[in-house]
T-cell receptor, first 114, second 111 residues
């Protein structure tokens, strides 16, 4: 049973460019959450998707957007990249209506902005 | 979101028990206490969670103070593979709320 998978594992971009990161949730999960983890910090919540809609959002600008597909996989898009967007981007999956269950994380995409 | 306080780092000898503390003095009655850990170059991994009673699973034990204002994650026999950052997180009981991570405790295990 495959866990959460993310692609690519590493990515290098320059300022002003756009990037798309991808996530496949754990089998049977319907909800995907995205987190940003800067070096030396804990992960920070970006947004959560369920039934192809953004359900909750953290304190991130509109440059950060996402999408969820009918097969529950998800994409994170970041426009007009800034140096400060360099971070590890983590995807987590879970079941929406099961209270307090664990979130399952992928190993992330390391994004470097030059 | 209620806040948790953890030591920045701790050190343990291999094969000895480790007690990782967490203070959460502003916890509400509906908050569960969750622990996750993050091994080097990996995403966070769920460890354990509880509400009021102590909890045990194959990875660890969670001891919760009677007033719920603090808790302790117990690794019964630390191994080198337990070296990680451990996060203590409060989460409301209902729904699928996002996890609010602090900086966690970096645990080093010495052979």
């Amino acid at each position: 049973d495959a866990g959460v998978t993310q692609s690519p594992t590493h990515l290098i971009k320059t300022r002003g460019q756009q990037v798309t990161l991808r996530c496949s949730p754990k089998s049977g999960h319907d909800t995907v959450s995205w987190y940003q983890q800067a070096l030396g910090q804990g992960p920070q919540f970006i947004f959560q998707y369920y039934e192809e809609e953004e359900r909750q959002r953290g304190n991130f600008p509109d440059r950060f957007s996402g999408h969820q597909f009918p097969n529950y996989s998800s994409e994170l898009n970041v426009n007009a990249l800034l140096l400060g967007d360099s971070a590890l981007y983590l995807c987590a999956s879970s079941l929406l209506d099961v209270g307090n269950q664990p979130q399952h994380f992928g190993d992330g995409t390391r994004l470097s902005i030059l | 979101d209620a806040k948790t306080t953890q030591p920045n780092s701790m050190e343990s000898n291999e094969e000895e028990p480790v007690h990782l503390p967490c203070n959460h003095s502003t916890i509400s009655g509906t908050d569960y206490i969750h622990w996750y850990r993050q091994l080097p170059s990996q995403g966070p991994e769920y460890v354990i969670h509880g509400l009021t009673s102590n909890v045990n699973n194959r990875m660890a034990s969670l001891a919760i103070a009677e007033d719920r204002k603090s808790s302790t994650l117990i690794l019964h026999r630390a191994t080198l593979r337990d070296a990680a950052v451990y996060y203590c997180i409060l989460r409301v009981s209902s729904g699928n709320t996002p996890l609010v991570f602090g900086k966690g405790t970096r645990l080093s295990v010495i052979a």
